[in-house]
């Protein structure tokens, strides 16, 4: 299995970005999957989950009502649609399998740098 993230930038505060996370394989369609972000000098974590049939969702506080995380099974891929971002939101974003347990090994992820 093969994650690529892409769609990340430099970004002004209350600016927007749409990240995607292509998933090679056939097992797509049957995983929960997440976006996690690891900001400099701080641990990678959780940040939204979706299920498989994107039946339920959901997010840390910190994001929530400014993020929204959709897939399509059809192309395997994964999206976060990134709202009012601000400066605590740089990091580098990851999306893999979620819980986070599950997770075998890491794409690059794809850079978020928000700052005027």
């Known amino acids: 299995v093969q994650l690529v993230e892409s769609g990340g930038g430099l970004v002004q505060p209350g600016g927007s970005l749409r990240l995607s996370c292509a998933f090679s394989?056939?097992?797509?369609?049957?995983?929960?999957m997440g976006w996690y972000r690891q900001a400099p000098g701080k641990q990678r974590e959780y940040i939204a989950a979706i299920t498989s049939s994107s039946s339920t969702k959901s997010y840390e506080d910190s994001v929530k009502g400014r993020f929204t995380i959709s897939r399509d099974n059809a192309e395997n891929t994964l999206y976060l649609q990134m709202n009012n971002l601000k400066p605590q939101d740089t990091a580098v974003y990851y999306c893999?399998?979620?819980?986070?347990?599950?997770?075998?090994?890491w794409g690059r992820g794809t850079q978020v740098t928000v700052s005027s």
């Open positions: 394989g056939s097992t797509f369609r049957l995983k929960a």
């Open positions: 893999n399998a979620y819980p986070q347990i599950l997770v075998v090994s």
